[in-house]
């Protein structure tokens, strides 16, 4: 791999307590063409902007797929991934559902710990800092027919980022709006959905909602995602998430918390849920915590509910499920728990001697 390092860093410029979520970029990026049926050697360079013709396809019809991941540091130092071979999983599935090639593991992953081997001081160490890592595949051929790419372009970048205060969300359910149906891409991570889903989130956020909580694309009966969290309601003591199905973006937190909820001898349920069932939890007193689940907030509560003209409250608990999942998780990904399952992998360069 072709390494070219930048000069001076731009780390002492960069206020990390005041980190504006995906808007400060580490030092380096890494860049891979597919180009006459085949991915070519990948290299890393300073981030910088890229080359690109007005008829660059991704542009126009929007083939392109991503990923969103983090790396987390312990207190002795060390640099984890966190469940970085599932998102190189999920980032083929997405690639594969626009006719993108699948990009090979040995570029994803020497091109991911070599970034991060090179930009570990980006990566802070305490509970409230990782570096989220953006992976993504885009048609960079030039063609403005609307056709597949015979040329694309994969790109890893980096971009430091804080929980240090997250509040909580007031969601409204979304009856109008649809994010997802049957047979679409609503379970992959491809650009278009989320150029999608701004609108109805501008309206919700005019109304003074932080997010929209999006149902089935057919009668909006049944609970989907929270904004780009996948949602878990408690109604007494069983923690309940949607099944995944087509429409439903397999969250690795999801997955993840999944797990400890079982491993934490909590009651789980994948399964459907109404709007009406969890209307009438909320009225018997019985719907106990709401939140989201994804890489960007590991865990955000949900304070109330709005359907409607119905604004469900949600009252803080004592023993909140949520809390205790997500010290977990956070714990986990900072090495100050035992990783039971395997989630985690520490950056070593595979091509450069430490
Ligand atoms: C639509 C959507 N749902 C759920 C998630 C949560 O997924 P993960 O936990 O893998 O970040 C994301 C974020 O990637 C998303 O974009």
């Not at 979520?21 to 860049?31: K, N, R, T, Y």
């Not at 009856?175 to 919700?204: C, D, H, M, V, W």
Request: aromatic share 10%; charged share 25%.
């Amino acid at each position: 791999m072709k390494i070219t390092l930048k000069q001076n860093s731009n780390i002492q410029n960069v206020d990390f307590n005041n980190l504006k979520f995906g808007a400060i970029f580490s030092d380096h990026m890494l860049i891979c063409k597919y180009k006459n049926g085949r991915w070519v050697e990948a290299e890393i360079m300073p981030y910088q902007p890229l080359p690109m013709y007005p008829g660059t396809q991704a542009l126009h019809y929007g083939q392109s797929v991503f990923e969103g991941m983090k790396a987390f540091k312990t207190d002795d130092g060390k640099v984890l991934t966190f469940r970085a071979e599932d998102n190189f999983k999920r980032l083929n599935t997405s690639a594969k559902r626009l006719c993108i090639p699948e990009i090979p593991k040995e570029i994803f992953m020497e091109g991911l710990h070599e970034i991060l081997r090179l930009d570990a001081v980006w990566v802070k160490a305490g509970d409230n800092f990782s570096l989220y890592v953006r992976p993504f595949i885009f048609a960079s051929g030039q063609c403005i027919k609307a056709t597949i790419s015979d040329e694309y372009t994969f790109m890893i970048i980096c971009s430091p980022a804080t929980t240090y205060y997250q509040g909580e969300m007031h969601v409204k359910i979304e009856q109008e709006y649809t994010r997802a149906a049957k047979g679409g891409t609503g379970s992959i991570k491809a650009a278009g959905n989320y150029a999608a889903s701004f609108y109805p989130t501008k309206l919700a956020r005019e109304q003074g909602f932080s997010q929209i909580i999006w149902t089935d694309a057919k009668n909006h009966e049944f609970l989907e995602e929270a904004g780009t969290m996948n949602i878990w309601i408690r109604i007494d003591d069983a923690l309940i998430t949607p099944n995944l199905d087509d429409t439903i973006l397999g969250g690795y937190t999801r997955d993840s918390i999944v797990q400890l909820a079982k491993d934490m001898d909590m009651k789980v349920e994948e399964r459907a849920v109404s709007v009406s069932e969890l209307h009438q939890a909320h009225q018997q007193g019985r719907l106990k915590e709401a939140f989201g689940t994804g890489t960007a907030v590991s865990i955000l509560f949900i304070g109330s509910i709005t359907l409607g003209t119905n604004k469900m409250i949600l009252s803080k608990q004592e023993d909140s499920f949520a809390k205790r999942l997500k010290d977990r998780l956070v714990a986990i990904q900072h090495g100050k728990y035992e990783d039971k399952h395997g989630w985690t992998t520490e950056v070593l360069s595979s091509l450069t001697p430490q």
